[in-house]
């Protein structure tokens, strides 16, 4: 594992408490950080806690209630210096089905957690870096976002506005110290594999050219720089993760 250099940065990652964003939340505290992990789960919370440690706070909160992470970025702010780095990861996938089958309460569930949640999250994290003129944002986003994934139309949607966000704010920002990016993941098998049907996950794996899925430890070496002071001149930009499949 290459090394990276976090020493001294606190940063929130949201959906911490498993899949991606534990493994982000491993890597930034192998590479000297510390880390809120923010989940709607507290009994996987309480297990990512003893898992990581002293170096680790967990808060219970809901992304997709603005009340909850307004306070949870109250009392996170409260607790350490600053918020150096805030890694977007919460996310559901909805059920797999034709758009005009699809479920409008599902439909708007899915928009909540995954786009207004980390509206919200940027929304109240923003300020407390501008306060300090230092922060890195990133956004965990998909392939779907990019290419749109048949009977995933609200995932699709909702990760295509997470880059649009992006690269809004990131111009938003562009003239401070901080640096918002998003990574666009294929398929990584997680536990979020268990919202999907098996034929979704068999398109999913024929659309990759390497023939395998992503690994966390991927994801998070990718996350990890774009999470230091190293990552400088990138703003507003998106990573391919993809093995191969959306490289634009």
Not at 74 to 87: E, G, N, W
Not at 88 to 108: F, H, R, S, V
Not at 144 to 159: I, L, Q, R, V
């Amino acid at each position: 594992m290459n090394g990276l250099d976090l020493q001294g940065r606190h940063a929130v990652v949201t959906g911490g408490a498993t899949g991606l964003g534990l493994g982000i939340a491993q890597r930034i505290l192998r590479s000297g950080g510390s880390v809120t992990l923010w989940d709607r789960d507290a009994q996987a919370l309480a297990k990512a806690q003893a898992e990581l440690g002293a170096a680790a706070d967990t808060l219970t909160v809901d992304v997709a209630e603005h009340a909850s992470v307004a306070e949870a970025a109250r009392r996170t702010a409260a607790a350490h210096a600053a918020v150096d780095i805030l890694v977007n990861c919460a996310g559901i996938t909805g059920p797999n089905a034709k758009l005009w089958d699809y479920p409008p309460e599902q439909w708007m569930q899915v928009q909540q957690v995954n786009l207004n949640g980390l509206f919200f999250c940027c929304r109240e994290i923003v300020p407390l870096m501008r306060a300090k003129n230092y922060g890195r944002i990133v956004n965990i986003a998909s392939v779907a976002g990019k290419d749109g994934n048949p009977n995933a139309s609200a995932y699709s949607a909702s990760k295509a506005a997470v880059i649009g966000l992006t690269k809004s704010l990131g111009k938003e920002l562009a003239e401070t110290g901080i640096r918002v990016n998003c990574v666009t993941p294929a398929a990584v098998k997680t536990a979020i594999f268990e919202q999907m049907t098996r034929e979704h996950i068999g398109f999913m794996l024929s659309k990759i050219p390497m023939g395998r899925f992503g690994t966390v430890d991927e994801v998070a070496a990718m996350v990890g720089w774009l999470c230091s002071e190293e990552c400088s001149f990138s703003t507003g930009a998106v990573f391919d993760l993809s093995g191969g499949r959306s490289t634009y």
